[in-house]
């Protein structure tokens, strides 16, 4: 059996260039693509990739990669990662069979945890956790912003450049008077209200209905949510997480756990962009080949 340099979790913009990094450096890299779809469907954020879609950008990245016969890519949406007795190597299973690698690099991302109904339907279609992916093709427009959070009027502030119409719904979180007061004297209708629905239609939201009857028309809008879950895959051995259920790195993507790397919308707080995910992937792959080289040298 194979034992690759790196396991790479996930197939995603940190995924796809870290592979590419460490099988251009001559390393024998695993790209384990999980299929979890985290972004929205256009890229708008950078120059780079305004107007691409994400199919095309994934697809065109994907290919890419088979031109290195250092970097192999599992398509397998069941994977585990298991750490060995010798704690030396991982062991990956997967649905077709098993792999073992030295270092392993966690990349699949996260998923908002809300208790806002049914906000699943609408989310990276009309309700984004960036206003700097969107914000231009929503401008003007009926907007609400949803946090869950103590730190609401930050981006709060930011949303409010895009439209002058805007809702902040808190789902029955308080806030601070003082803050709330100065969102307000913008114009900004703070509601701390629990919501009862989201209504809308294939994902283009429509209106919010609150728990005491109140329904207000609403276009699009973002959210910050109470926290994210991770997928650190694995037995014998665990990352720490932050307060919000990211994995804690240093500035190279290392966690806690030897040999086990992070990078991505996993290690990054919202709102997070495409090139920065692209951008922590990298880091990452250069940390994981900075050690290699030093460890084998």
């Known amino acids: ?112 945890q809300s208790d806002i109904p049914n906000i699943d339907l609408y989310y990276n279609k009309s309700i984004f956790t960036s206003p700097y992916c969107y914000g231009w093709e929503l401008k003007g427009k009926k907007l609400i912003y949803f946090n869950e959070t103590t730190e609401v009027a930050h981006t709060a502030k930011i949303i409010h450049n895009l439209s002058n119409d805007l809702i902040v719904a808190t789902n029955g979180n308080e806030m601070k008077e003082n803050e709330k007061q100065e969102l307000e004297n913008k114009g900004i209708n703070v509601i701390t209200e629990k919501i009862k629905e989201i209504k809308g239609h294939n994902g283009v939201l429509s209106s919010i209905v609150f728990q005491n009857g109140l329904e207000v028309d609403r276009q699009a809008g973002f959210i910050t949510p109470s926290s994210y879950t991770t997928n650190v895959i694995g037995q014998g051995f665990s990352c720490d997480l932050d307060e919000h259920g990211l994995i804690v790195v240093d500035h190279f993507g290392r966690t806690s756990e030897k040999n086990v790397y992070a990078a991505g919308d996993a290690a990054q707080p919202a709102p997070t962009e495409i090139v920065l995910s692209e951008a922590t992937g990298i880091q990452a792959a250069m940390a994981i080949n900075t050690d290699i080289s030093i460890e084998k040298f």
């Open 1 to 112: 059996m194979s034992i690759y340099d790196c396991a790479i979790i996930g197939g995603g913009p940190a995924g796809l260039n870290a592979a590419f990094l460490l099988g251009r450096a001559n390393r024998l890299v695993a790209l384990f693509d999980t299929n979890n779809n985290h972004l929205a469907y256009e890229l708008q954020e950078s120059i780079f990739r305004n107007g691409n879609n994400h199919p095309e950008f994934m697809q065109s990245g994907k290919q890419k990669l088979k031109h290195y016969p250092t970097i192999h890519s599992i398509d397998n949406k069941s994977v585990k990662v298991i750490k060995q007795s010798d704690n030396k190597l991982f062991k990956i299973y997967t649905d077709d069979g098993s792999f073992l690698a030295e270092k392993i690099l966690l990349t699949e991302g996260t998923e908002i």
